[in-house]
């Protein structure tokens, strides 16, 4: 069983910056597609970004698309998610997420680390 822990969450002001990071346990690491899902306050879990094995296939939530980027280090089975122009609506309990197969919604991961939190501060 992959063990996954998030870092890097915080407060931040609107128009800010962060980088999480989600960092693996696992040697098999290379094998799993990961992803990044958020909880805010009363709602459901959301994707936010997911990256293939390789690293070369990245899938982004619209709500999202071009103020972040998911990358991995496979050699040292770390996953980042770096976030950039913040906004209140960001506001939520990051989780990173492993499984085989790249996906988009939550039940199709396994392996989920226990949550970073992100307050976005307007």
């Known amino acids: 069983q992959a063990q996954l822990v998030e870092s890097g969450g915080g407060v931040v002001q609107a128009g800010g910056s962060l980088r999480l990071s989600c960092a693996v346990s696992e040697d098999t690491f290379v094998w799993f597609a990961m992803a990044w899902f958020r909880q805010a306050p009363g709602k459901e879990r959301e994707f936010v970004a997911s990256i293939m094995r390789s690293g070369g296939s990245t899938d982004y939530a619209d709500s999202v698309k071009g103020r972040v980027t998911i990358s991995r280090d496979n050699a040292k089975n770390l996953m980042y998610l770096n976030m950039n122009n913040l906004k209140p609506e960001d506001t939520a309990v990051y989780y990173c997420?492993?499984?085989?197969?790249?996906?988009?919604?939550?039940?199709?991961?396994?392996?989920w680390g226990q949550g970073t939190r992100v307050t976005v501060s307007s």
């Open positions: 997420a492993a499984d085989r197969l790249q996906r988009r919604y939550p039940a199709d991961y396994h392996h």
